[in-house]
């Protein structure tokens, strides 16, 4: 299993310099708690930031800054946490939590935006495996039941 494989690849980009009004609109728009602010350079689209709902709320209403003072770049945090599509899911899970971030990007080899891995994707993947688990042990019963009643 691998972040490749199990990342969610319809992400909504937006660029640094757009306004806080438009990025919330986007979010609004799209049903989405986060935008990835990307950089195009020539074929790549290079991820730079997250932006969550959680930051506007925090950073800029609850702090009473004036909506056209800000910028999208104003609120990303420069430190992007980052996985190539190639990179197991176990070890995606542990960077999240050594790095405490509930969302992390997901590139290709020369660093375009392939996707995201959010704590939330994760749990629902723990939750639908377990429910396999749970499936199985009920066969292995009922197997058992049939065989010697």
């Not at 979010?27 to 930051?55: A, C, F, K, N, Q």
């Not at 959010?118 to 042990?137: F, G, Q, T, Y």
């Amino acid at each position: 299993m691998t972040a490749g494989e199990y990342c969610n690849r319809e992400v909504i980009r937006i660029e640094p310099k757009v306004s806080i009004t438009e990025a919330a609109s986007l979010m609004r728009e799209y049903h989405v708690g986060t935008l990835v602010v990307v950089e195009r350079e020539e074929s790549i689209t290079r991820p730079i930031g997250i932006i969550t709902d959680r930051d506007l709320v925090i950073e800029v209403i609850a702090q009473q800054v004036p909506l056209d003072e800000v910028t999208v770049n104003d609120l990303i945090n420069k430190e992007l946490v980052s996985v190539t599509e190639q990179e197991t899911l176990l070890n995606s899970i542990a960077l999240m939590q050594r790095k405490g971030v509930r969302r992390m990007i997901v590139v290709d080899d020369y660093g375009s935006l392939q996707g995201i891995i959010s704590a939330d994707d994760v749990i629902e993947l723990i939750a639908e495996a377990m429910h396999k688990l749970c499936n199985i042990v009920r066969r292995e019963i009922a197997n058992e039941q049939s065989m010697h009643p």
